[in-house]
């Protein structure tokens, strides 16, 4: 697993230029917040997937795809992104600080809570 700041992040869902000759796949954003706290704020084109139901959900998820696990302050997609490593999955990304760093960093106009 790696961290990626929002800025980062921002980057790469922004990015059009060629890398290695093929575009780069934009990644899977897996929000493991509550729905309450999806509905305040989230990324456009995130997945919400409550961090309880993860281990009950996990064939939903592509083992091989480019993952961000998001939360509010990074720690409980931090434990995610821990148990989708342990069950196979490579690719993984926990998004540091989580949304609050990125509506601080990238997004002033989002809701904070």
């Not at 700041?5 to 990644?27: I, K, M």
């Not at 949304?99 to 809701?111: L, Q």
Request: aromatic fraction near 8%; charge should be negative; hydrophobic fraction near 45%.
């Amino acid at each position: 697993m790696q961290q990626i700041s929002p800025r980062q992040l921002a980057e790469w869902l922004g990015e059009s230029a060629v890398a290695a000759g093929a575009p780069r796949r934009p990644p899977f954003l897996l929000d493991v917040r509550e729905p309450w706290e999806f509905e305040l704020c989230h990324l456009p084109g995130a997945h919400l997937m409550p961090m309880h139901t993860v281990p009950l959900r996990l064939t939903e998820l592509e083992a091989d795809a480019d993952v961000v696990v998001i939360c509010h302050h990074g720690a409980r997609s931090m434990q995610v992104a821990m148990f989708l490593e342990r069950n196979g999955f490579a690719a993984l990304h926990n998004l540091s600080g989580g949304i609050d760093a990125w509506a601080h960093d990238v997004d002033p106009a989002m809701r904070k809570y």
